[in-house]
């Protein structure tokens, strides 16, 4: 087993139990109650230790697909829940690998699922066998051989719509692979009487329909058939179709089967005229027909039928109809002739009828047989399926009845042996201590039945043989005297007295106790059913058939080999083929199915409790809980025992390292398990009660919960390491790529850069090199231009003299030069003034040396002033300089100035030192008189002037008296603020003392004369020559103020009328205003 298996068992998810064999308390009541349990949760199946125990859920269960086969294969019986496939693995297993013929015994009462089972169990094995071309044409035909079989051998009946109606014994050979090779079939009593008669609400076999229905109409009309079922005698109408049987499919399906097993196609016809031909049989009917003797003599009605069944079987049909008129005894050397009566003709054409079914059916499974017949001669392994009848009591039991209860008398007897055997067995092999078990053994049953001497199939025979007049009353005497003291004998006439005041037992009957209860068996018809006579005269005329197989089927009628003889009894041949069965099976490792059929109804879900405590019964099932709990209740091999309940101690959890036998012993004593509970076999422990065992199960159950909590965390911590290592490993993987695609990006992008890099330098390269050669071509062609040009300048100065064009420069400059010439020369002859103010100067010659001649000029004039100045003295220079200061002065400011200009600045107008007056004034006077001159000083009274001697010298000016020189007033410069004058044409002006100064008391002076621009001029050039005092600050403004001792008195000049010799007239206003009225120019 792998390690990854898991190992269950059938201990687990139990839906009651598993194994009747654990029952606690076992009673009949709880053993129904847990079949009950079990099937109304669909488990179908329930073990008897190695017996499976099934009950038909009349319904499709989904157990049996190719998933199922799968868990089921090579796994140990008790590890799963209970099913046939366990059984069936068990036994292949055990026959593949141990050597072992195995035999799988289905029995059950009809309906209860027996052929089902058998089905199962082939298909299982066919499914887990070996494989292969070869292989799988041998199980198609062992799988396919079913159809048939089921065709020719079942019939609906009131308890089964497909009853099996003869028991079948299949030996399937293996070889030592555990490859099939083939198969052996045995049938067992088929319900022939069924052919001819069935009983209410059943129908014949299902092939006389199947053909009906499915036929070719073709086909019909070579077997001389008619579709319609009510044409045909032989088949019961009244459940002619039957619920979920599709008859034609069928008929499909079996001639699909039969070609597949190997019939020949004039094999399939041959057989299809047999089952024609049978219910044509049924047809003819027979009338009285008096004879001269006074007997009643048969003939047969309506002869069409016969003509057409004589047609079918080649048979001449006369022969037949004498068959059925007369009957011929023999008996030593002597043929005797005796006519049939209307009822002995029916009974001769039923007989026949039988007759030809069985052996066609005989025929038939010999006929697969010879098919599926093992080819090789090897030794072979054989597994055998047996699905037989079950034991059956009816209301009206007949001689069918007992046969098969007999066989399963005797079926329940190779049970018990065999069961026991192999407990015995086991115990020895494991060492234990076999105790005695008490059990019920059968054989005095069959021994009863069975006695060569005196068993009542013996007595059957013993009366059969008889002569004289033999009935069923005269074989019920015999028994009543033979087995009278039988205890499992009952009969009212028997001898045993008990019995005869019994009202349950009529006088025709016997009742036999059988191992699964009383049955009643009516004697009617026993004796004629033994004796299964088929007169002579049929069969030979059969074997007369132009007809293969009718030859075939009838070999007695064969008139070369006439046996006087009796055929053997129905009885004598059953109890030889059972007891064949029996030896055959008593070699064989037994597996039981026990079918149970849960209601009467066919319908799924119905659990009728009193039909399964029947069946229980019959089935002797409890018997055989008992058997197998005899001992022990349950036993297991160590290994597995331990691996299942290692859990439940310290010392063998998880790993037990010893043999599994000593684990299993530390296990038991830690568990406190009492020493008679249970006892160690070799191999095996074995468990006294089913409690000890369900103690550990239920301790397992407690374990398992919480080794389920430990698993799953170790799962889930195991689960998340996992997922985060993947994760892990994922991120990895995710940042390799990336990381791989971001170093891709940066690649390509530096790549593209190179690129562009790359190009660029290229370009540049390129564009550098085509300037070059640009340059170097733009070189050569200039060389070549200038060259050229060159050559061109050469040569064009060389021939420039040729040429006329370049005479007009020529002239152009000389006639320029010879202007020029006459403009210079021109110049020198004018006479020019030399007085810097003249302004005049020759017009311009021509117009383009304008700038010539006026730079001539002004250079000329340049020329005249400096020759001018050069002639200045130093007085002229004084003079010029102080008449320069004046224009600075008074230019554009006082309208005075103008008529100054032409005046010379003689400074001394009175000529002070020649003029004895002023003798005396010229000596008072220390510095140098800059100015003398006659003013006349305002009167501020009345605007007067008087006249008054002004003297200026370098530091300080004196008024005096004009006429006797006298000094009246001297001011040194220095207490001088400022002058002040008029814009107008007037000689007025103010000199204004500083306030505060030593001359100030006096007040301003406001004086007048013609000179006044000389006066100012000087006044304020001696200013500006001596660096310690200020220039005298000069005010032109036509209105100022002048402070005449105390008051200011404000001197306004107004433009007065125009000139007309009255001049300057200056009036008071008023106390302080001055008007000056000046004569506009
Ligand atoms: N395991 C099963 N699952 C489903 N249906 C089943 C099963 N076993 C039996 N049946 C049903 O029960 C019917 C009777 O079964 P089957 O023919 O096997 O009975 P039998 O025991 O062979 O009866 P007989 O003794 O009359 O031949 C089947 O036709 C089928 O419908
Ligand atoms: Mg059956």
Not at 406 to 426: A, D, G, P, S, V
Not at 876 to 885: G, N
Not at 1005 to 1017: G, K, P, V
Request: some cysteine; hydrophobic content about 35%; proline content about 3%.
């Amino acid at each position: 087993m792998s390690k990854m298996e898991v190992k269950t068992s059938l201990l687990d998810n139990m839906i009651g139990v598993g194994d009747m064999v654990l029952l606690e308390p076992l009673s009949e009541d709880s053993f129904i109650g847990n079949l009950k349990n079990r099937f109304d949760h669909n488990e179908i199946y329930t073990y008897i230790g190695s017996v499976v125990i099934s009950m038909n859920p009349y319904k499709p269960l989904p157990i049996y697909t190719a998933e199922k086969v799968e868990e089921y294969r090579n796994r140990n019986f008790y590890e799963l829940s209970p099913h046939i496939y366990a059984l069936a693995d068990e036994a292949y297993r055990s026959l593949r690998d141990q050597d072992k013929d195995q035999c799988i015994l289905i029995t059950g009462e009809s309906g209860s699922g027996k052929t089902e089972a058998s089905k199962f169990v082939m298909s299982y094995v066919a499914a887990v066998c070996g494989k292969g071309q070869e292989v799988n044409k041998v199980k198609e035909q062992l799988l396919q051989s079913n159809p048939v079989l089921e065709a020719f051998g079942n019939a609906k009946t009131v308890r089964n719509d497909n009853s099996s109606r003869f028991g079948k014994y299949m030996d399937i050979e293996f070889d030592f692979k555990g490859d099939p090779l083939g198969g052996v079939i045995s049938n067992y009593l088929l319900e022939k009487s069924r052919v001819v008669k069935q009983p209410r609400g059943e129908r014949n076999f299902h092939i006389f329909y199947q053909l009906l229905s499915g036929a070719s109409e073709d086909t019909l009309k070579k077997l001389k058939l008619d579709r319609d079922f009510s044409k045909y005698n032989y088949l019961s109408l009244d459940s002619a179709t039957v619920n979920g049987l599709d008859d034609a499919a069928s008929f499909r399906t079996v001639r699909n089967a039969m070609q597949i097993v190997g019939f020949m196609e004039d094999e399939v016809q041959s057989v299809l005229e047999l089952v024609a031909a049978v219910l044509k049989l049924g047809n003819i009917e027979f009338k009285p027909e008096s004879r001269v003797n006074g007997f009643d003599e048969s003939r047969v009605k309506d002869k069409n039928d016969l003509k057409e069944m004589c047609e079918l079987l080649g048979l001449e049909q006369s022969v037949l109809e004498r068959a059925f008129s007369f009957r011929t005894v023999e008996a030593k050397m002597e043929k005797v002739s005796t006519t049939l009566n209307v009822a002995q003709a029916y009974y001769a054409r039923d007989a026949l009828a039988k007759n030809l079914y069985s052996r066609l059916f005989s025929w038939l499974v010999n006929r697969i047989n010879e098919s599926i017949k093992a080819q090789t001669k090897v030794r072979k392994k054989v597994m055998g399926v047996l699905d037989i009848y079950g034991f059956e009591i009816f209301e009206d039991n007949s001689f069918e009845q007992f046969i098969i209860n007999y066989c399963n008398e005797k079926l329940q007897q190779i049970f018990i042996e065999l069961t026991l055997r192999e407990e015995q067995e086991e115990y020895v092999r494991e060492g234990i201590e076999w105790t005695n078990i008490e059990y019920f053994n059968n054989a005095i049953i069959c021994d009863l039945i069975e006695n060569n001497q005196n068993g009542i199939l013996a007595m059957l025979d013993e009366e059969c043989l008889r002569p004289g007049t033999v009935t069923d009353e005269t074989f019920l005497d015999k028994l009543n005297t033979v087995c009278a003291e039988h205890q499992h004998f009952e009969s009212r006439q028997s001898k045993n007295s008990k019995f005869l005041t019994d009202h349950s037992l009529p006088h025709n009957c016997f009742r036999i106790q059988h191992y699964a209860g009383k049955v009643l068996y009516r004697v009617e018809g026993f004796v004629d059913k033994n004796n299964d006579l088929l007169y002579r005269d049929l069969s030979q005329a059969m074997y007369k058939a132009n007809h293969s197989l009718i030859k075939l089927l009838f070999p007695e009628g064969n008139p070369s080999k006439v046996n006087l003889k009796r055929p053997p009894t129905a009885g004598f041949q059953f109890k030889a083929s059972v007891g064949t069965l029996m030896k055959n099976l008593l070699t064989k490792n037994p597996n039981y199915i026990r079918c149970i059929k849960p209601n009467d109804k066919k319908a799924a879900h119905i659990f009728t409790d009193s039909l399964v405590c029947h069946q229980v019964r019959y089935l002797g099932l409890m018997e055989n809980v008992r058997v197998r709990r005899a001992g022990y209740a349950f036993r297991q091999a160590y290994e597995p025992c331990l691996e299942r309940y290692k859990m439940l101690c310290k010392q063998t959890w998880p790993h037990w390292r010893g043999q599994a036998r000593d684990g299993v012993e530390v296990l038991l004593t830690d568990l406190q398990v009492p020493v008679e509970e249970f006892a160690y076999g070799r191999s095996k422990i074995f468990i006294r009660n089913p409690r000890t065992l369900f103690f550990l199960e239920e301790k397992r159950r407690q374990c398992l919960e919480d080794l389920a909590t430990l698993i799953q965390k170790i799962f889930r911590g195991w689960k998340s390491r996992r997922q985060f290592l993947l994760l892990k490993k994922s991120q990895v993987v995710v940042a390799a790529w990336y990381r791989r695609y971001a170093q891709q990006k940066k690649y390509q992008k530096i790549r593209c850069s190179a690129l562009v890099v790359q190009s660029f330098i290229r370009g540049w390269k390129a564009r550098k090199i085509l300037r070059e050669l640009k340059y170097k071509k733009r070189c050569e062609e200039a060389v070549t231009t200038i060259s050229a040009y060159w050559h061109g300048t050469q040569v064009r100065r060389e021939y420039r003299k040729f040429f006329r064009a370049n005479a007009g420069k020529k002239i152009y400059d000389f006639t320029i030069q010879r202007i020029m010439q006459k403009y210079f020369l021109g110049l020198k002859k004018t006479t020019l003034s030399m007085s810097p103010i003249d302004k005049s100067w020759p017009a311009k010659p021509y117009g383009f040396l304008e700038g010539t001649h006026q730079e001539l000029r002004r250079i000329f004039h340049l020329w005249r002033c400096k020759k001018y100045r050069s002639k200045f003295t130093k007085e002229m220079k004084a003079t010029y300089e102080e008449k320069l200061a004046a224009s600075e002065l008074f230019k554009d400011k006082k309208a005075l100035y103008p008529s100054s200009v032409g005046q010379p600045f003689k400074g001394d107008y009175v000529e002070l030192s020649k003029n004895p007056k002023y003798q005396k004034l010229n000596s008072l006077v220390e510095d140098k008189v800059l100015l003398a001159d006659v003013v006349s000083k305002i009167n501020r009274a009345n605007g007067k002037g008087a006249p008054r001697m002004f003297l200026l010298t370098k530091n300080n000016f004196v008024l005096a008296d004009q006429k006797t020189g006298q000094v009246k007033t001297s001011v040194p410069l220095p207490d001088l603020s400022s002058v002040s004058v008029s814009t107008q044409n007037d000689g007025f002006f103010a000199l204004r003392v500083k306030e505060g100064a030593t001359s100030a008391a006096k007040g301003d002076f406001l004086l007048s004369s013609d000179r006044l621009i000389e006066i100012i001029t000087k006044l304020h050039r001696i200013g500006s020559a001596s660096a310690d005092r200020n220039q005298i600050k000069i005010d032109i403004s036509d209105e100022f103020l002048v402070q005449f001792k105390q008051d200011k008195v404000c001197v306004k000049f107004i433009q007065g009328a125009p000139k007309n010799g009255n001049g300057v007239i200056c009036k008071r206003k008023n106390n302080r205003l001055l008007e000056v009225s000046v004569p506009s120019p």
